[in-house]
């Protein structure tokens, strides 16, 4: 078995290896929507000037989601290798990758959300019980919203997977 390296997970997830031809543009473009979404979410929050004092309960929250979430990319990275032996699905390619990009949806959002945790742990730490700057609180408004975008993005890979990979 190869070992998978953070490089292979990038390339998996925007699509960029060989294997991927045909998905490219499609998985490039939604990873460039769902950027800018999140950029737009930031510079919103900080031209706005909000400031806040939650920068606790962010990453408390932030938190619980990544580890909810690392919790679910473990266990379709399980189903992944088990597809590999198992007799029903070996010859199943479709269903293979569905297990794969949902392996790597995942696993790029808990990326995410480490990023987040430590950028809001970081806060936490040096502001205190004190409020937020604008910029700060621009900042951890698009890293949540990015993660919040990916969950959501891969629970709809999901759900849609549930009703075009019927038997």
Known sequence: MNQITPLQVVRDHLALSPQFKNERPRKLGVFIVLVFIATAV???????????????????????????????????????????????????????????????????????????????????????????????????AGLISYQLLYVSRALLSLYSSSYTLRR
């Open 42 to 140: 930031a510079a919103t929050v900080w031209l706005l000037g909000i400031e806040t004092d939650a920068m606790g309960s962010l990453l408390t929250a932030t938190s619980i989601m990544t580890g909810l979430v690392f919790t679910m990319a473990m266990r379709f990275w399980e189903r992944s290798l088990d597809a590999r032996s198992d007799p029903d699905l070996i010859f199943d390619e479709k269903r293979r990758n569905t297990l794969d990009d949902m392996k790597t949806l995942l696993l790029w959002t808990v990326f995410a959300g480490i990023v987040s945790t430590a950028f809001l742990a970081g806060v936490a730490i040096n502001v205190g019980a004190a409020k937020a700057s604008a910029w700060t609180t621009g900042v951890a």
